[in-house]
C-alpha cells in the first residue's frame, strides 16, 4: 500500500512538471506542485513517523582505524520534504502574484534563469528522493549493503538535501521580486 501512493504521486508529478514547462500552465504547475509536495510531505512524515524501525535504517559508515558512523535516512528525507515544502509554498505565492500582474509570469533575464534552475533542481531533487524512499522501504538491514551502494546512498542523501536547501535560496530570492514589483 505504501508503495502505491508513491508511484501515484510520482505520476501526478509528472503532469506537473509538465506544466512548469508549458508558458500557459506554469501558473497550474506552481498550484499543482504546492498542493503534490504538500502531500509528499505529509506522506513521508507520517510514514517515517509511524515506522517502529526507522532508527535501524541507517547507512553504517566504517573509517579506517575502526570508527563508524550511523547515518539515519530518515535524517535526509524529513528535512528535505519540508524545505521543498517551504520553497514550493513561496514559489506558488510569487507565480499566483506574478500572474494577477501581468496575466501570465513575466519576469527579466536573471529572474527567469533561477526560476529555470529552481525547477530543475526541484525534479532532480524529487527523483533523488524517491531514490531515498526506495532504499528506505526496501532497507532492511544496513549490514547487507556494499560499500558501493552505501556510497551512492550517501551521495543521494547530499544531493537531496543540497537541491532542497538551494531551491529554498531561489525561491526566496525569487519571492523577493514581490516587493521590488510592488515598490
Do not use: H
Request: proline residues 2%; hydrophobic residues 50%.
Amino acid at each position: 500500500m505504501t508503495i502505491v501512493k508513491y508511484l501515484f504521486l510520482l505520476v501526478l508529478f509528472f503532469f506537473s512538471w509538465t506544466c512548469l514547462y508549458s508558458q500557459r500552465l506554469e501558473n497550474v504547475g506552481f498550484g499543482s506542485l504546492f498542493v503534490l509536495q504538500t502531500l509528499f510531505t505529509m506522506f513521508i512524515g507520517l510514514d517515517i513517523f509511524l515506522d517502529p524501525m526507522k532508527f535501524s535504517k541507517y547507512l553504517l559508515i566504517s573509517f579506517q582505524g575502526g570508527k563508524s558512523i550511523d547515518i539515519p535516512l530518515f535524517w535526509a528525507l524529513v528535512p528535505s520534504s519540508i524545505l521543498a515544502f517551504v520553497s514550493s509554498l513561496l514559489m506558488l505565492i510569487t507565480s499566483n502574484f506574478l500572474w494577477k500582474q501581468f496575466n501570465s509570469i513575466k519576469v527579466s533575464g536573471e529572474i527567469r534563469r533561477q526560476f529555470q534552475a529552481y525547477k530543475a533542481y526541484f525534479i532532480i531533487g524529487t527523483l533523488l528522493t524517491y531514490i531515498l524512499l526506495y532504499a528506505y522501504f526496501s532497507m532492511d538491514n544496513a549490514q547487507t549493503l556494499s560499500e558501493m551502494q552505501r556510497l551512492f546512498l550517501v551521495s543521494v542523501m547530499a544531493f537531496v538535501v543540497g537541491f532542497s536547501i538551494r531551491n529554498l535560496i531561489y525561491a526566496n530570492g525569487i519571492s523577493k521580486l514581490l516587493g521590488t514589483t510592488t515598490e
